[in-house]
C-alpha cells in the first residue's frame, strides 16, 4: 500500500504519497563540520512526517529532518518507525466483532476509528432468555435447553395412563395405576398392568349359606334358610360385636317377635351382663368384654375407643403360585372402616388396593431377573461377569434403608442360576460401638463371593453394633479403588485413621489384608454407596497428623476419588444418598455424592426405605451394567 506524507504544520497535507523505499535515508556522516547556528536551523530545517509499516494494526511514522535552504534539500535525520495511530483516520466504521452482553447473551459491537485510535460500540443483541418454543432463543447454538421436561417436550410431562407406554418418561411403565370398582359386595380396585386393567378386587356375590352373612349382597343375611334363631333356637345367646354394642364382643338372644312365635328375630347386640342374673347394676349394656386384639369390622374390640386401628396385613393379587417367586412380590393392606385396602397416591382409600405389590409381567425380559415370576431367569438374554462391591453406612440412621436394601436384594439376585456371572462384596462403616472416638473404622464383611455367601453375610450383620460417629465412606471408596489405578496419592502404609480423643489423637493403620478386594481381571467392576451423610474421610497421611486436623481438607477429598475413579479401567460409581448430601460443599471442600458417581457414566439415586423403590433402582443398575441396556 501507499503511505501518505505528512508535514509539522499540516499533519494530512497533500503532498504526493510516497512509499517506504522513497523515503530518503539519512547520511550522517556527511554532516558538515560546522554546527548550524539556530538562526539558520530556525530558517532552514523543516520537520516531514512518513507513514512507515508496523507489525500489524496500528499506523506507524518516522520523523525525517530536511535542509530545505540546499539544492535539493539534504537529509539531516530521520527517526525510527514508532506508533503514532491505532487505525486510520479516514475510516470510521471499521467492522462488527463478536461480544457477549451483561446478561451473558451472544451479539455483535461496532468497531470505529476515532481520530486515530479504535473505539467499540455497546455490544448489542436480539438474542433473549431461553423459553420453550422450538427456538435458539439466546443464540447459543442450542434449542429449548433447560426448558424440556422428562420427555423431551415443552410443558409438564403427560400423565401417566394404563396403556404399556411410558407416558410421564421416569423410566417406569403404568407404574401405580389404580382405579375404584365395585360389585353388589363391596368396592374394590383394579390394577393396570402391561397396559390393561386387571380383574377387580371386589368380593364377588354367592349363594346364599346359613352362616349369619349376606353372601349373595343382596342386604339380607340367611334369607330363606332354616338357620339360625329357628324355634329351636329361642332363648339361644349368639355372640356378637354389632350395633348398639359399643366396643368388645357381646350377645344376642333369639326371641319370638310375635305372641304366637310366628315371627323369630334376634335381640339387641348387647353386653353380656344384661343377661346375668342378678343384672350388675355398674354393668353398661353398650360396652362388651374386651378382645386382646383388634378386628377390621369397623368395631372398637379390644375397647380402646378407637376403631379399626393399627391393622396390616400382607396382600398379593397374582396367581398364587407366584408369590415370591421373581420379581413377584406382596403388598400391604391397611383397615378402614371394616374394609381392607389401602390409600392411593391422592390420599383416597381403595377398598381392595395392595400397596407395592408387584405383580408378574407378561414376558421376561434379559434383566437378571424372573420378571414372568415363572422360576426361571433371562432365558434368552445374555450376562456379562460383573463385580459388585456395596459400601454401606453402618449407622442407626440408616436401618430402614438397609432393610430396603435386604428386601430388594433378595428379590433380583436369588433367582440367578449362573452364581459365577456376577460376583457380591460389602463393605460397612462405622462398625464398632463405644464412645466417641474409639475405634470406628470399616470392615469388609465380604469380599468378591457368590451371592449366597454374600448375603448370610450381610443378613447376619448384628445391627445392635449400629454406630452413629465417623462414618467414613470416602475412606472405602479410595481403599476399593486402590488396586484397580496408579492414580492413588499414598499407599497404605502411608496413611492412618485419626479421630480426636477428648484433645488427644487417636491412630489406627489400615492394614492391607482387611481391605484387599479380589476383583476379577476380565469383570466390570460396579461400586455402589448407600449414605444418609455427606462423603467423610478420617484416613490422612501420617505426616498430616498433628497440630489443626480436618477430615475433609487433609484426607481423601472428593478431587482425589475422582481422579482414581477416571482412570480406573471398566469402573463405574453408583450413588445413593440424601438429596442434601447430594453435591454437598463443606467448609473444605466438596462432599457430594452424585460427582462420584458421573465421572464413568454411572447414576446418583435418592435413598429410600422402600423397598419397592430400591429394587427398582438396583435392577436399572443391573440391567445397565450387567446385561448392558442402555
Keep these: 500500500m501507499g503511505f501518505i506524507s505528512l508535514s509539522c504544520s499540516d499533519l494530512f497535507s497533500e503532498e504526493p504519497q510516497m512509499t517506504f523505499t522513497d523515503i530518503p535515508q539519512a547520511v550522517n556522516e556527511d554532516l558538515p563540520s560546522v554546527v548550524p547556528s539556530e538562526k539558520y536551523k530556525l530558517e532552514c530545517y523543516r520537520t516531514e512526517y512518513y507513514f512507515c509499516p508496523g507489525v500489524s494494526g496500528p499506523l506507524f511514522r518516522i520523523a525525517v529532518v530536511k535542509d530545505i ?19 486510520d483516520p479516514s475510516q470510521f466504521k471499521m467492522g462488527e466483532e463478536d461480544c457477549v452482553t451483561a446478561t451473558g447473551l451472544p451479539g455483535k459491537k461496532t468497531v470505529y476509528c476515532d481520530k486515530g485510535h479504535i473505539k ?16 435458539d432463543n439466546d443464540c447459543d447454538d442450542e434449542i429449548d435447553e433447560g426448558q424440556l421436561n422428562a420427555c423431551g417436550e415443552c410443558g409438564p410431562e403427560d400423565p401417566e395412563i394404563c396403556d404399556g407406554i411410558d407416558n410421564d418418561c421416569n423410566g417406569l411403565i403404568d407404574e401405580e395405576l389404580v382405579r375404584p370398582c365395585s360389585t353388589a359386595c363391596e368396592g374394590g380396585y383394579e390394577t393396570c398392568v402391561d397396559g390393561d386393567w386387571g380383574s377387580c378386587t371386589a368380593k364377588q356375590p354367592e349363594e346364599e349359606i346359613c352362616d349369619g352373612f349376606d353372601n349373595d349382597c343382596d342386604g339380607a343375611v340367611d334369607e330363606g334358610l332354616d338357620c339360625l334363631c329357628t324355634i ?69 374390640d379390644n375397647c380402646n375407643q378407637l376403631v379399626d386401628e393399627d391393622l396390616y396385613k400382607m396382600c398379593y393379587t397374582g396367581p398364587p403360585e407366584t408369590l415370591n417367586v421373581g420379581i413377584c412380590l406382596a403388598g400391604m393392606q391397611t383397615c378402614s372402616e371394616g374394609a381392607w385396602g389401602h390409600y392411593d397416591s391422592s390420599g383416597v382409600f381403595v377398598q381392595g388396593y395392595c400397596k407395592d405389590e408387584v405383580l408378574p409381567l407378561l414376558e421376561d425380559q434379559c434383566n437378571g431377573e424372573d420378571d414372568d415370576c415363572d422360576g426361571e431367569v433371562d432365558k434368552e438374554g445374555e450376562m456379562e461377569d460383573t463385580d459388585i462391591l456395596f459400601i ?56 468378591l463371593s457368590p451371592f449366597e455367601d454374600f448375603m448370610n453375610k450381610f443378613s447376619s450383620l448384628n445391627k445392635n453394633t449400629m454406630n452413629g460417629q465417623h462414618e467414613m465412606l470416602y475412606d472405602a471408596v479410595y481403599l476399593s479403588l486402590m488396586d ?46 448407600f449414605s444418609d451423610e455427606h462423603g467423610q474421610s478420617f484416613m490422612i497421611p501420617k505426616n498430616l497428623v498433628g497440630g489443626s486436623w480436618n477430615s475433609n481438607y487433609d484426607g481423601v477429598t472428593q478431587d482425589i476419588l475422582l481422579n482414581m475413579i477416571a482412570t480406573s479401567l471398566d469402573t463405574v460409581v453408583y450413588t445413593f444418598s440424601n438429596p442434601t448430601s447430594k453435591n454437598a460443599s463443606m467448609p473444605f471442600g466438596n462432599t457430594g455424592w452424585e460427582p462420584l458417581a458421573l465421572i464413568n457414566g454411572g447414576k446418583w439415586y435418592e435413598l429410600s426405605h422402600s423397598s419397592t423403590q430400591m429394587y427398582s433402582n438396583l435392577m436399572e443398575i443391573i440391567d445397565k451394567e450387567v446385561c448392558g441396556n442402555e
Design 392 to 447: 454401606i453406612d453402618w449407622s442407626g440412621s440408616m436401618s430402614s434403608e438397609i432393610e430396603a436394601v435386604l428386601m430388594a436384594l433378595n428379590q433380583f439376585a436369588k433367582n440367578y442360576k449362573d452364581e459365577n456371572v456376577i460376583q457380591w462384596g460389602l463393605i460397612v462403616g462405622p462398625r464398632v460401638p463405644g464412645i466417641y472416638g474409639s475405634n470406628n473404622y470399616l470392615e469388609l464383611v465380604s469380599n
Design 232 to 300: 329351636q333356637d329361642i332363648g339361644t345367646l349368639f355372640p356378637c360385636e354389632e350395633d348398639p354394642l359399643l366396643c368388645g364382643t357381646g350377645y344376642k338372644t333369639c326371641e319370638c317377635k310375635t305372641q304366637d312365635c310366628t315371627v323369630i328375630g334376634f335381640t339387641p347386640c348387647l353386653a353380656m351382663c344384661a343377661w346375668q342374673v342378678p343384672v350388675d347394676p355398674n354393668c353398661d349394656p353398650f360396652l362388651g368384654m374386651a378382645l386382646p386384639y383388634e378386628l377390621c369390622n369397623n368395631h372398637d
Design 484 to 529: 484397580l489405578t496408579s492414580a492413588e496419592p499414598w499407599g497404605l502404609n502411608d496413611l492412618t485413621w485419626t479421630t480426636m480423643v477428648g484433645n488427644a489423637i487417636q491412630e489406627s493403620i489400615p492394614e492391607l489384608e482387611n481391605f484387599k478386594i479380589n476383583w476379577r481381571p476380565n469383570a466390570k467392576r460396579v461400586i455402589i454407596t
Design 120 to 135: 467499540e460500540g455497546k455490544c448489542e443483541t436480539e438474542c433473549v432468555e431461553e423459553v420453550c418454543d422450538g427456538i
Design 69 to 87: 535552504c540546499k539544492d535539493p534539500p539534504e537529509v539531516i535525520s530521520m527517526s525510527e518507525c514508532e506508533e503514532f495511530l491505532e487505525c
